[in-house]
């Protein structure tokens, strides 16, 4: 394809929102927070700020650097760059867009429930109380019905192209999710419980320590920085030449770690404030009660707390995390879709549309199927393929991207790259640490 029918983010700001949209998603919201109260509070959220540090930030700059590189989608990126065996970069381009398609499939049917729950208030006032029930709990029908909804949006932002779709909505949409989560923190702050809550995410217990919670943390580091399946690659292959990769490759690390923090600063202390208002949080061994469900049961009983400001400030909260929600999305759906652009010669319309079909009827199978495939489809997709792809991504960069075309990409936006001391270590810590420290953790989650 001519390069100048690509797509390209206009601004930096633009790239910063949307990459940063990519990774502040329901992993933020929800996984964190969730993992956090189930994993000890403070020695998660520690283990977890490691790990983004030193695994997932470097990774975030190869995928990042691997797309700008190539200017092309995933697939055509990676043989850009293992020029001596583009059957090999194929291979693993075809397998990224499988893992971000399956992602897909399963996020969908959750950004799916939080529509439900966006709406439910609303329905409750004017008096559907019937139908308000039936979008916050749990059904097959409700289920297939709100997955659908939740993909078609997801369809229309990505057949609308880089600019206009992506860049647009992620602009106009994250700034007001930060503002909405200081409000929330701050009056969750002036109930009683709350400091219970804080106490069990800031200090930290050792004794919570172990292997399992290396392997969470970094499958969740990992997640939450969409690593692996060729989400940031392709968002890179719209970012311009004149952008300084690892400072820009901090920036949206540090927000995507300051939106998770903060979900945790609200979501534990809305946990205890809910256990004072009597909604049973722990069971009798003291552990979480089901802790899928978590922030779905703790979130709407902090809501009703708040009396009549509660319906507005549920209803707010829960349509910025579809917003949230969808501004992932899009980036998990971008990677099948720029490939087949590319490779199949197809439009971006047409390709939105097939790819986007084809991964919702994956959706609905899921999500009539919940009990036995769902957690399968997630476990195969973020435990397996997505460390074992960023391996992979590591060994590209690291062993055999030729090192000189490796610091000239680097160069650009960056000129004074070489004397800094990002370049004294990230490029033998691509090469070494990375591969063996990711594989190292995958060792443990499989044994
Ligand atoms: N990072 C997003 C979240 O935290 C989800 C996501 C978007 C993702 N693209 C991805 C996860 C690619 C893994 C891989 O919700």
Redo the contacts with the bound molecule.
Sequence with gaps: MASNSRGQFSSKLGFIMAAAG???????????PTKAASNGGAAFLIIYLVMVFLLAFPMLVAELTIGRYGQSNPIASLRSIWTKNRAAAGFFGLIAMV??SM??SF?SILAGWLMGFAAAPALEVVGLQSAADWLVNFGDARNVILALLFSLLTIYVVQKGVADGIEKWSTRLMPMLFVLFGVMIVYIFTQDGAMDGLKMYLIPDVSHVTPALLVDSMGQA???????????MVYGSYLKKDVNIPKTAAQVAAI?TAV?FSAGLLILPAMFVAKNNGVEIFNAAGDLMSSGDLVFAVLPAMFDTMGSMGMIVGTGFFVLMVI??LT??I??LE?PVSCAQDELNMTRRKATWVIGSAILVLSIVIALNFGSLFGLVADI??VYM?PLLGVVWAIVVGWIWNRNKLLNELKEGNPEIEQGLFWKIWPWYVRIVCPVAILAVFMFSVL
Excluded: E
Aim: hydrophobic share 55%; no cysteine; glycine share 12%.
């Design positions: 990519s990774a502040v998603g329901l992993g933020n919201v929800w996984g964190f893992a971000a992602i897909l996020y990992f997640f939450s920085l969409s690593l692996g399946v060729g989400s940031m995507d998770a949230a929600a992932s999305s980036s998990l990677v997709s973020t997505q």
